[in-house]
T-cell receptor, first 114, second 111 residues
Framework: GESVGLHLPTLSVQEGDNSIINCAYS??????FIWYKQESGKGPQFIID?????DKRQGQRVTVLLNKTVKHLSLQIAATQPGDSAVYFC?????????????FGGGTRVLVKP | DTEVTQTPKHLVMGMTNKKSLKCEQH?????MYWYKQKAKKPPELMFV???????INESVPSRFSPECPNSSLLNLHLHALQPEDSALYLC??????????FGSGTRLTVV
């Protein structure tokens, strides 16, 4: 069935280091992917997105890589800061006849050590 | 306005109560969504509205009843809920398949 999963449930990183969060997806029909950051008690906050016809996209301190061959998505955070501590979710969009479905992966908690 | 606003932020209700969650956006998005999120879990899709019509129902129990009065508003009517329905309920909107924006959610506790 359709699923989006993550390899690491918790990532502990030193402040200033780079973070890499991985995500595997199984639906080859997914056409759009999004990374979200969720802090305690808040809704998911958009970080960066990528369309299926791209393999890399860069934002401010973040980069998303998409490998459609192995159905793998990653989020790289440069110079991780204490404010980056949160749970990160990847999400995939599938365009169905009835409408768009955005499905979330299991989430990775990032803990930034000072 | 680039926000999705949800009210109330917190709600405690008994199993015999009827309550409603509200969601509002003024970004011109024509797709709106309800998600349910349990602690330490990812959001799970419940309903999708497209151009004010219910397009996807992910086999949600009938004690949850969505309503889309107009293109800016989305409600979720609650009746005879169970304690296991306690969760964070998230509303989102999107411009077709892009621009998904989430609200801060309603923390629901059923007692």
């Amino acid at each position: 069935g359709e699923s989006v999963g993550l390899h690491l449930p918790t990532l502990s990183v030193q402040e200033g280091d780079n973070s890499i969060i991985n995500c595997a997806y199984s639906n080859s029909a997914s056409d759009y992917f999004i990374w979200y950051k969720q802090e305690s008690g808040k809704g998911p906050q958009f970080i960066i997105d990528i369309r299926s016809n791209m393999d890399k996209r860069q934002g401010q301190r973040v980069t998303v890589l998409l490998n459609k061959t192995v159905k793998h998505l990653s989020l790289q955070i440069a110079a991780t800061q204490p404010g980056d501590s949160a749970v990160y979710f990847c999400a995939e969009n599938v365009n169905k006849a009835a409408g768009n479905k955005l499905t979330f992966g299991g989430g990775t908690r990032v803990l930034v050590k000072p | 306005d680039t926000e999705v606003t949800q009210t109330p932020k917190h709600l405690v209700m008994g199993m015999t109560n009827k309550k409603s969650l509200k969601c509002e956006q003024h970004m011109g998005h024509r797709a709106m969504y309800w998600y349910k999120q349990k602690a330490k879990k990812p959001p799970e899709l419940m309903f999708v509205y497209s151009y004010e019509k219910l397009s996807i129902n992910e086999s949600v129990p009938s004690r949850f009843s969505p309503e889309c009065p107009n293109s800016s508003l989305l409600n979720l009517h609650l009746h005879a809920l169970q304690p296991e329905d306690s969760a964070l309920y998230l509303c989102a909107s999107s411009l077709e398949r892009h621009g998904y924006t989430f609200g801060s959610g309603t923390r629901l506790t059923v007692v």
